[in-house]
């Protein structure tokens, strides 16, 4: 008897064929007549099941025919191969085996369920086609980061979680603390004394790795990291999480161009690995979540990506005539309905914008020569909008310093990162992009809590 | 003119005899006589460097000759091939660009620096050869743990790191929260009025993902964890932190011997994987870190692992006449003492202790039919101590919940936990894996601190 995944049967249907088979697996859909039946199984490590046939031979007939939906059960049979139908196989079963039944109040019966309601029973939910497919997605396309980037030789770095410092300069965060909330030890002053917390000071936890990355790229060359960042945020959007996971590539001796080329080069890579890898999931994106997906990544993943730079981009969308809800004018912030309009229509596919006003941008970005913006681009993707923000980082120590001195921040913070300029300093570059963003654009998933297996956000972090 | 990383030069080193090369990187070190110089330019991408070697008829000959170690430069000049000399080739400088100097005060000067030392400036100890054969090494060994899991099929979850439960029942836990310490809002009964809070209840940083690993195997049926995880325990030891990355596979249809099988072929392909990969940085350890690590390793790659009940071993320990500071009789868990003896001593191999009495393990893990002992499992390897642990989970719906009540848990926690057992719930299994302690295996390197990029242990979350 041969041990087989349901994965087996359909990539390597050839060597099934007229074999026995021990399958085993949950069931997802059970009908029966009074002298035989058909479960379709599914045993999770396929999107797709696979018919069981089985029949009154069964000593048990009458009990299988009676599980719910869900219950888990043993299958051994016959594969029978039929090439005609519109299942190429199916299993003729000559024993069944229940591991364990399922209740009839299970909550996902056939019938379409909201993914609001789904998202009450996360721990359910990726027995669903679209779960099952968006989490296995989720899993190939983190394959395919790590992937990309160790081919190249990229150091991948554990950026802390826990940190002591502001990345962002702005970010609003969540506190780490094991003081005692209803009975915090007091300083002379009555304020909480934070020297008595576990690390004798404030923390929070990270809003990006970015600048620890700078530190290994300093040392490694080519770095990156991959983990969870967190903004305390209190906006209740469909693309805000409080937990979201981010990459972040750092390079050494490395200007703003080659962010660009390393960005384009990885959202292709990342396309083409989940199209190669999942094409059932993805076909069933494009037929049930978002018509068009297939051709929208394949063109992102044929076309030249835009290059054009704020100014440029601005002048391209006052003189669109378009009526925006934002209006449009040199110094002010993109909106999401101007990154769509630009990539979406004016050049119809994934466009990144550059050299941003100094203002609307992060300290750590290096200013260009006109002394009125910086080395910024940010990607935009259609559908999305902004997917990828990056930068060349400010190399020249007087410059950095000025500016964290000058915005206010806490000088203190950020010794070590000046020192990064200090000792052998040079031009380095990188960019950020929010995982989470970047599996909508895959999946036409369109509301972030529905690509995150347990999202948290305002109010929300059950299980 | 080629540009090129050094790794290349080693790797592939015939494409580059008789050509002009660009490199760019950071001064290892660097002497000169009056007319000629050396440097060793170490670029990131390679644990070695390569000899630079110039002389006068460089314009900048001078400037050069005075630059500080760590500063960063621009080579061009000429491959020379010297298959006899002890480096097998070097570049004749025709230009040299300084990008950035580096001040003379540079903390890592030639002289030797104590592991202590250098944690205070973790910004900068990925230059040194120990550190940047341990982060390279620790970026190979997350790939090969990725790789092993997906070549497998397994689905990557990531589950979450803030969390409102408590796994393990019993771990000390950092709080997460967006409530001002100094004046938080109060109840009607003084208390803090943690329904103020971000997620409108207590909410603390997870300690394991493996009940959302368990939830995702029981839909995708092999299934692995690999994320940040976090203890608020206040221990100062060389082999504990705050905060550390954590694997757990969870596998569907499976018993505690399967997770043995799965254990034992994941550690020996990721020693494999860095033995292949990284075996510069290996041969460094095994001469100065740890004499005699590559045998431990390859002992261990060619080694079946010994298997070995609970029960059995403390008859060995007992038996062995052995004198231990904790004394050995059935019931007491395992110290590090006895679990080294065991490996090191009694086996001489990685050695699965399982079968566990019951009261020194997580309510989880399942009971076995003696009523005395559960299916747990730990590997002990030589020079750690446990590597692994894991259990068959208890699928029983009423034995599981008796549990919780009896163990005073908040049952309202893991309503959905319970749930996942009765919805189809059958056998599963699986075990987690501390990262950290796995790179220390690897390396022999001894303490934590040094094989996180910036670790966080009580009192410090510097950088």
Redesign the interface.
């Known amino acids: 008897m041969k041990q087989a995944?349901i994965?087996d049967l359909y990539r390597n249907t050839d060597s099934f064929i007229e074999q026995k088979v021990q399958l085993?697996?949950?069931?997802r859909t059970i009908r029966d007549s009074k002298t035989f039946g058909f479960i379709e199984l599914n045993?999770?490590?396929f999107f797709k099941g696979v018919q069981i046939v089985f029949d009154e031979q069964l000593e048990n007939f009458k009990d299988i025919a009676k599980l719910p939906i869900?219950?888990?059960i043993?299958v051994e049979g016959e594969f029978i191969y039929t090439p005609q139908a519109k299942q190429p196989f199916e299993i003729k079963a000559t024993n069944i085996v229940v591991?364990?039944?399922?209740?009839v109040d299970?909550p996902l019966q056939k019938k379409k369920h909201s993914f609001e309601y789904l998202r009450t029973?996360?721990?359910?939910r990726?027995?669903t086609n679209t779960?099952?497919a968006v989490?296995?997605v989720?899993?190939?396309a983190?394959?395919a980061i790590?992937?990309f980037f160790?081919d190249k030789?990229?150091?991948?770095?554990?950026?802390?979680?826990?940190?002591?410092?502001d990345t962002e300069g702005a970010g609003?965060m969540?506190?780490?603390?094991?003081?005692d909330?209803?009975n915090?030890p007091k300083s002379d002053e009555g304020?909480?004394d934070?020297t008595k917390d576990?690390?004798?000071?404030e923390?929070n936890?990270t809003v990006s790795g970015q600048l620890?990355a700078e530190?290994?790229?300093?040392?490694?060359?080519?770095v990156y990291t991959f983990?969870?960042t967190?903004r305390?945020e209190?906006s209740n959007t469909a693309r805000h999480a409080?937990?979201f996971?981010m990459i972040e590539p750092e390079l050494?001796?490395a200007e703003l161009p080659d962010t660009m080329d390393l960005a384009e080069e990885m959202v292709k890579y990342v396309i083409g690995y989940v199209l190669e890898q999942a094409p059932e999931e993805m076909n069933f994106f494009n037929s049930f979540i978002e018509k068009g997906l297939l051709d929208r990544l394949n063109n992102a993943y044929t076309a030249n990506f835009g290059r054009v730079t704020y100014t440029e981009a601005i002048k391209l969308l006052v003189e669109s005539g378009e009526t925006f809800a934002y209006p449009v004018e040199w110094g002010v912030d993109l909106q999401t309905e101007h990154e769509r309009y630009l990539c979406e229509h004016v050049f119809k596919r994934p466009v990144f914008v550059t050299d941003y006003p100094k203002e609307i941008k992060a300290f750590y970005m290096r200013l260009n020569e006109d002394n009125k913006t910086v080395a910024a681009m940010d990607l935009l993707v259609p559908g999305i909008g902004e997917l990828i923000g990056g930068s060349q980082r400010e190399?020249r120590e007087e410059i950095l310093a000025g500016k964290i001195k000058d915005l206010g921040m806490n000088e203190e913070d950020y010794w070590?990162?000046l020192?990064?300029?200090?000792?052998?300093?040079?031009?380095h570059s990188g960019y950020g992009i929010g995982f989470e963003r970047l599996i909508m654009y895959l999946t036409g998933m369109s509301n972030i809590r529905d690509v995150?297996?347990?999202p948290?956000t305002?109010?929300?972090?059950?299980?």
Request: hydrophobic share 35%; no cysteine.
């Open positions: 995944l994965k085993t697996g949950w069931i045993d999770g490590s869900s219950s888990s043993m591991e364990g039944t399922s209740n299970y029973i996360a721990h359910l990726p027995r779960f099952s989490f296995r989720r899993s190939l983190s394959y790590h992937k160790q030789g990229y150091v991948y770095v554990h950026s802390p979680i826990i940190t002591g410092s609003e969540f506190r780490v603390t094991t003081l909330l209803d915090p304020k909480t934070i576990f690390f004798n000071k923390t936890l620890s530190s290994f790229a300093l040392a490694f060359r080519n983990g969870p967190f305390a209190n409080a937990e996971w050494a001796f190399e070590w990162y020192e990064l300029r200090k000792y052998g300093g040079t031009k995150i297996p347990f948290r305002p109010g929300n972090a059950e299980f």
